[in-house]
């Protein structure tokens, strides 16, 4: 296999079948693909996921007893999840860090993005078959998402030091330090769940780019044409164009 460039930037990949080699493995990519995430990416993301369902749970345990009592044994009991619950936290926060320090260029916002906005309607209801040329790698939708999960990170970590030592801050500022840590949770679990449908049902092929790394070129010019376009060097209404005839040719008796 023919080796091509590290993921990221403004390199262009090879057009035909290779390897991505980075400093925890590498990502194999086969004719008709493109690379979208690293190795190291794809540890960090699914690291932050893991953190996340464990923080999730072990606290729902601790702060909703009555109502998820059944958690509790999946920690050992109670006082586990209570123990547990402030390191997983911790571990969430991070593997956050990691993940900014990998995507903050990417998610820095654009007037592209405004106009995204915009239209966000005809992106929720599927009314455009093709994305507009300027979205990028991530579109705002995806930078919104990542910012919330930032602020949210920094919320969890600065209200979770006083509901931690308790004894040592006192009590007012515990129990305002609930309020924000659960209000912050609250909107990680929405998103969550919008995240993990438009990773999944809402955009198919997504998932296997946090699985294995690529994409193919059609979902790439489909739902990221610019990012397209800066990897390939490639025109995605062209190449759109030409996949469109060569299907026609093969269904026409």
Known sequence: MATVEPIGGPRRVAPRAGRVDDQFGHTVVYEGEVPRHDVHTRLVHWGVAIFFILSLLSGFAIFTPWLYSWLSPLFGGG??????HPWFGLGFVVVMILLFRRWVNDMRWKDSDNVWMRRMRRYITHEDKVEPDYVGKFNAGQKIWFWTMMVS?????????PMWF????????MWISYFFHDVAGLFMLGGFLVHIYE?????????RSMVRGTVTRAWAWTNHPGWYRQITGRDPKTDLEQANRTQSERRAP
Not at 153 to 161: A, D, E, K, M, R
Not at 166 to 173: A, K, L, M, S, Y
């Open 79 to 84: 006082p586990m999840a209570r123990l547990l």
């Open 153 to 161: 990170g920094i919320v969890f970590l600065i209200t979770g030091i």
């Open 166 to 173: 308790p004894e040592i801050i006192g009590r007012t500022p």
């Open 199 to 207: 990773g999944t049902a809402a955009m198919p092929g997504t998932f």
